[in-house]
């Protein structure tokens, strides 16, 4: 603090110094001879004037010192800051109010007596040094120190102390410190916010660098080609599938106009940007060298400061179509299977209708030209009956070959051997104007198959080929090598991968449109003239090849002929050698026409005639049957209800030697009948007759006991033949 300025006090003009503000004693005058009492007098007076002058200063002193301790102790009671006066004994002396809010903020925590005990065990030390420092050097602080106020409340401030000299009355001064605690807590809060802050910011700047090293690997792996343009259409992204798709390296897209690549999209974006993604569909792409592609586009638009970013995904739909095309035909050959299938099924439904009525006409046509006298006309129209009769029976077999599903009784057989058995009977029957050509590979391995219905399906190709030449001139080529269908052509067929032989029928016809092509396997469908075809030929091949467990492939356009391949699959050593299964050995029609008839039933006792029961829904066959059995010496009793039949043969089960029945009758099967007969009776024969047989029928007459299955419509003499051996082979005698 600055000396007041107290010349206004000196009227000599004196400034008296810091020694001379205490009075001074009276000086005396000596006194010189002759002065006088006056003398004296005046100078007693102006002594006495210092004196007073003097009291005066040093009551201004003492005011301007009383003043300046009050300052003192105002600034010292209101500084926001703790402060406290400590001796070298740890005690407080003294400390302003925020430092008994600070230390002591409630009555129950300990009082501000001593400041060593509020500071931490772990910062004592530093404390301890910092007041010796400021012992010697007058001033020291110390950072960050914890002072413990309660067990839930902690500071965390600066220290900073100052050494003074408290003078005293008598003795030498008292050392002091003048101790003060900035409080740093809300400083260290917000520092640890911004490091929070700062540790937040690079987690997320890592999270960024990561997401961005993660959409670059999507970008780079991903299926489709990506292209990212910036707002001027220039190529800023091109990932590898782009650059595979388009045959053109990132360097040299990056910096082109989408144009290049896409010509229709860069129009198409100008009317997509009104939303932020988009599906622009299928557009032609080029690649690098000019070759167009079909690819799928969509975009998706990003607007940013800096201006807008374009992502163009490019999706190749080449292979897309060409499985939509594969797919496509396997679906039409699936809708086609169904339909051959209800066609079949169709046939055999009708057939069976259809073989009764045939039936009943030739056994009765049979029994009419018993009747009549040799050369007489009605003979002549009974037999022409009796061979349209036939006709109808070979095409109703015919249905039923395309029909059947049951596998045919294949074995090993040699395709050559077949082929040129049909080359005689062809080569009799060909137009002078077409030439046929064998062109068979040598050393051709057996294929297993049923021998009659190769030369069948061979027959009926080569027949379709000379009606689709017609009587211009042309040839027909049959060739027949060993193949192994390639994976295209084994999944549109739907065969095995194993060995074929091929064989090949190709003309030189005026060949088929795609619309004649899609319907050449239907049956009754033809392009032939009214009374030249039925329809059933290739349709009998279809069935064929099916039941061979192979496949018949056609090539065929306008102008340029037909081709039909047919793939038999070759006979292994374990096929070659293999019989017919027993399910196919129980027909014995075939071995049965051979059996000669006698004259009258044989074996029993005289004049004892064999029993046989028949049912059939039909009238028209119980009648027929019973008429050509009973001509036969058999005696016959005919039912169209099986429940009756079942009924009479528990009534008399030995009164019956054999039992035929009909499988498909009106809410009964056949297949019933045999089961309950041979419940009553064991040991009678029994045959089963069906106009449609099916594997599953035959394995269920088998299983259930019958003897025999008979396929209608059949000769007479075929019918009575079987019936004369099952009855022979059950007869005691």
């Known amino acids: 603090m600055s000396e007041p300025d107290l010349s206004f006090l000196d009227p000599a003009g004196r400034q008296p110094a810091a020694a001379e503000h205490m009075p001074r004693p009276p000086v005396p005058h000596s006194r010189t001879p002759g002065a006088s009492a006056e003398g004296l007098v005046a100078e007693l007076r102006a002594y006495q004037a210092e004196l007073e002058n003097q009291n005066k200063v040093l009551r201004y002193s003492q005011a301007v010192a009383e003043s300046a301790y009050e300052r003192f102790e105002t600034l010292f009671a209101s500084v926001p800051l703790a402060l406290m006066v400590v001796d070298d004994h740890d005690m407080v002396v003294q400390a302003n109010s925020m430092a008994h809010r600070s230390f002591q903020p409630t009555e129950r925590d300990r009082p501000l007596t ?27 602080e110390v950072k960050e120190v914890v002072f413990t106020i309660s067990n839930a409340t902690r500071i965390t401030g600066d220290l900073h102390i100052a050494h003074i000299d408290a003078p005293q009355t008598s003795g030498p001064p008292l050392s002091q410190f003048l101790c003060a605690v900035i409080d740093q807590g809300p400083l260290l809060a917000e520092r640890q916010a911004l490091q929070h802050s700062a540790e937040t910011l690079q987690q997320r700047n890592e999270q960024i660098r990561a997401s961005e090293k993660r959409l670059e690997a999507v970008i780079n792996s991903a299926l489709d080609a990506i292209i990212c343009v910036d707002q001027h259409q220039r190529i800023t992204v091109f990932n590898p599938t782009a650059a595979a798709l388009f045959q053109c390296s990132a360097s040299d897209a990056l910096g082109s106009t989408l144009d290049r690549f896409l010509p229709d999209a860069a129009q198409a974006l100008a009317f997509a940007q009104l939303t932020t993604q988009a599906l622009l569909g299928e557009m032609t792409a080029l690649t690098a060298s000019g070759k167009e592609l079909a690819v799928e586009v969509s975009v998706s638009f990003e607007r940013h400061a800096d201006g807008e970013t374009t992502t163009v995904f490019a999706r190749d739909l080449t292979g897309r179509k060409k499985a939509e095309a594969h797919r496509n035909e396997l679906e039409a050959q699936l809708r086609e299977s169904h339909k051959m299938q209800a066609v079949g099924t169709m046939a055999g439904g009708i057939a069976h209708d259809f073989n009764n009525i045939l039936g009943a006409i030739l056994g009765n046509v049979e029994l009419a030209k018993a009747d009549c006298a040799a050369g007489s006309p009605v003979l002549e129209s009974l037999l022409e009956i009796d061979k349209a009769g036939r006709r109808a029976r070979d095409l109703v077999r015919q249905i039923l070959t395309f029909s059947r599903n049951e596998p045919p009784q294949r074995s090993a057989v040699s395709l050559a051997e077949v082929v040129h058995d049909t080359e005689r009977l062809l080569r009799v029957t060909l137009p002078p104007a077409i030439e046929l050509h064998m062109q068979l590979q040598a050393g051709l391995p057996p294929v297993l198959a049923d021998a009659t219905q190769v030369e069948q399906a061979l027959l009926n190709l080569c027949t379709n080929a000379v009606h689709a030449i017609g ?29 074929y032989v091929a064989l090949t029928v190709r003309d030189t016809g005026p060949g088929m449109d795609a619309a004649t092509l899609e319907r050449i396997f239907e049956p009754f469908f033809t392009t032939k003239p009214v009374g030249q075809g039925t329809g059933l030929g290739l349709a009998v091949v279809h069935g064929v ?15 340029q002929g037909s081709r039909f391949t047919l793939y038999f699959p070759v006979a292994t050593g374990a096929t070659a050698g293999a019989q017919p299964s027993p399910a196919v050995q129980a027909v014995p029609l075939a071995a049965a026409t051979s059996a000669p008839e006698p004259a009258e039933p044989p074996g029993g006792a005289p004049g004892k005639k064999h029993h046989v029961m028949y049912v059939d829904d039909d009238q028209a066959l119980v009648f027929l049957v019973q008429r050509l059995l009973r001509r036969r010496g058999y005696e016959v009793s005919g039912y169209t209800d099986p429940h009756e039949a079942t009924a009479a043969l528990r009534a008399a089960p030995q009164a019956y030697d054999l039992l035929v029945t009909d499988y498909n009758m009106p809410g009964f099967c056949g297949v019933d009948l045999v089961r309950e007969a041979r419940l009553i009776r064991p040991d009678l024969p029994v045959a089963l007759a069906s106009g449609y047989v099916t594997a599953e029928i035959e394995q269920a007459a088998l299983a259930e006991g019958a003897q025999a299955l008979i396929h209608k419509p059949n000769d007479v003499e075929e019918l009575c033949a079987t019936v004369q051996r099952l009855i022979v082979g059950h007869d005691p005698a």
């Open 114 to 140: 001593a400041l060593m005990p509020f500071v931490c065990p772990q910062d004592a030390a530093r404390v301890r040094e910092a007041f010796a420092q400021a012992h010697d050097l007058g001033h020291s």
């Open 471 to 499: 009587t211009e001139r042309g040839s027909i080529h049959v060739e027949a090598a060993t193949v192994q269908p390639d994976q295209r052509l084994t999944e549109r067929l739907g065969l095995a991968p194993i060995d």
């Open 545 to 559: 090849m099916r039941t061979h467990e192979g496949g018949v492939d056609v090539q065929s356009a306008p102008g």
